[in-house]
């Protein structure tokens, strides 16, 4: 069974930081691996979804890389503002019909 | 469009009441999910279908039933809730095909069950 794990669980920055939140997977055959942004009490929404033939995709400030090998995927976010607060998940695709999501990191970034 | 919409909202029940969570979609997608998120556990995967009249179990199926009558409702029932059931339950949905980035799940908002 596929286990995704996410690193650290929570994490407090000031505004302007760029950082980095990681993901990583137990098992390196997947189709694709997506991040999700959760805000309190709402659902999950899409940012950015990498193909497992792709190692990164970028939208605007967010860049997420892929590396299957090492069973590691990160969420690069630049300069980083307020609104960017809420929790970021990852979830890989080991088969066509299943999605197997981390338990989140909780971003605060501080004005 | 609405995307993925989820009825209700929130629920309080009693153990042992039934009460069915409704998921409605209008992107004509062909797949769709139900999730429940529990804290530190992320989401996992109850109930999925790949198509009309089609379901399958995922990881944590049981008392849980599902059916999906029509493409675009996905029906996640509770015949005997117990406490071990309180949860947040997401539905989504996706298109079928494995490439070019129309995969992606849209997720309703979630809806708040507590069972007492």
């Known amino acids: 069974k596929q286990e995704v794990t996410q690193i650290p669980a929570a994490l407090s920055v000031p505004e302007g930081e760029n950082l980095v939140l990681n993901c990583s997977f137990t098992?390196?055959?997947?189709?694709?691996l997506q991040w999700f942004r959760q805000d309190p009490g709402k659902g999950l929404t899409s940012l950015l979804l990498?193909?497992?033939?792709?190692r990164e995709q970028t939208s605007g400030r967010l860049n997420a890389s892929l590396d299957k090998s090492s069973g590691r995927s990160t969420l690069y976010i630049a300069a980083s503002q307020p609104g960017d607060s809420a929790t970021y998940l990852c979830?890989?695709?080991?088969?066509?019909?299943?999605?197997?999501f981390g338990s989140g990191t909780k971003l605060n970034v501080k004005p | 469009n609405a995307g993925v919409t989820q009825t209700p909202k929130f629920r309080v029940l009693k153990t042992g009441q039934s009460m069915t969570l409704l998921c409605a979609q209008d992107?004509?997608?062909?797949?769709m999910y139900w999730y429940r998120q529990d804290p530190g556990m992320g989401l996992r995967l109850i109930h999925y279908?790949?198509?009309?009249?089609?379901?399958a179990k995922g990881e944590v199926p049981d008392g849980y039933n599902v059916s999906r009558l029509k493409k675009q409702n996905f029906l996640l029932g509770l015949e005997s809730a117990a406490p071990s059931q309180t949860s947040v339950y997401f539905c989504a949905s996706s298109y079928s095909t494995p490439t070019g980035g129309r995969e992606t799940q849209y997720f309703g908002p979630g809806t708040r069950l507590l069972v007492l």
């Open positions: 990498i193909q497992s033939s792709q």
């Open positions: 992107m004509n997608h062909e797949y």
């Open positions: 098992d390196s055959a997947i189709y694709n």
């Open positions: 279908s790949v198509g009309e009249g089609t379901t």
């Open positions: 979830a890989v695709r080991p088969n066509f019909n299943k999605f197997y």
